[in-house]
T-cell receptor
Framework: GENVEQHPSTLSVQEGDSAVIKCTYS??????FPWYKQELGKRPQLIID?????GEKKDQRIAVTLNKTAKHFSLHITETQPEDSAVYFC??????????????FGSGTRLQVQP | EPEVTQTPSHQVTQMGQEVILRCVPI?????FYWYRQILGQKVEFLVS????????KSEIFDDQFSVERPDGSNFTLKIRSTKLEDSAMYFC????????????????FGNGTRLTVT
């Protein structure tokens, strides 16, 4: 099955700095890579996703890059704010028509933005 | 914005008891999922459900687990004989059919049910 590695496990930045979280995946058949933000005691919420036919996607202060050859993808948050503090999970899954529906999550990165 | 809703928010049960966790997926979604998250750990896939049958399940989803869509709106997870290690947050999720064959659409998670087995 798919295996997703995520690092760092914790990340502390000063407000206004950038944060980068990296993930690698094992199965080259994976083609969909979402990122979720989870605040303490709450549900994971999708913040951005990328499909394998795209190398980069940006949404305001958040961007995701994908390197299919190296099988890694990264989340970039610019101009961080205290409300960005949360646990961030990357995930990977396969095309819908494979019948393999499971999202495999990384182990999470606890981001702390210091005011 | 439509949401996945889960009940109860917290369930306490004794070891060996049966529990049923309930979910109402987003109404036009066709794929339903259960995930669990042990405290402080990552989210783990349990099972996916489409067209009234299980389409995929993980090693965690053994014979003590079952899922059901008893009517047009509810999706349930039953744990037959709970164990201490079943204590976790259980998340239901749903997704719409992809725009084209092979294209994933995002998962929307509910707020979870915290299951505590004593």
């Amino acid at each position: 099955g798919e295996n997703v590695e995520q690092h760092p496990s914790t990340l502390s930045v000063q407000e206004g700095d950038s944060a980068v979280i990296k993930c690698t995946y094992s199965d080259s058949a994976s083609n969909y890579f979402p990122w979720y933000k989870q605040e303490l005691g709450k549900r994971p919420q999708l913040i951005i996703d990328i499909r394998s036919n795209v190398g980069e996607k940006k949404d305001q202060r958040i961007a995701v890059t994908l390197n299919k050859t190296a099988k890694h993808f990264s989340l970039h948050i610019t101009e961080t704010q205290p409300e960005d503090s949360a646990v961030y999970f990357c995930a990977a899954t396969f095309p819908m028509d494979t019948g393999r529906r499971a999202l495999t999550f990384g182990s999470g990165t606890r981001l702390q933005v210091q005011p | 914005e439509p949401e996945v809703t889960q009940t109860p928010s917290h369930q306490v049960t004794q070891m060996g008891q049966e529990v049923i966790l309930r979910c109402v997926p987003i109404s036009n979604h066709l794929y339903f999922y259960w995930y669990r998250q042990i405290l402080g750990q990552k989210v783990e896939f349990l099972v996916s459900f489409y067209n009234n049958e299980i389409s995929e399940k993980s090693e965690i989803f053994d014979d003590q687990f079952s899922v059901e869509r008893p009517d047009g709106s509810n999706f349930t997870l039953k744990i037959r004989s709970t164990k201490l290690e079943d204590s976790a947050m259980y998340f239901c999720a749903s997704s719409a059919l992809g725009f084209r064959t092979g294209e994933n659409s995002p998962l929307h998670f509910g707020n979870g049910t915290r299951l505590t087995v004593t």
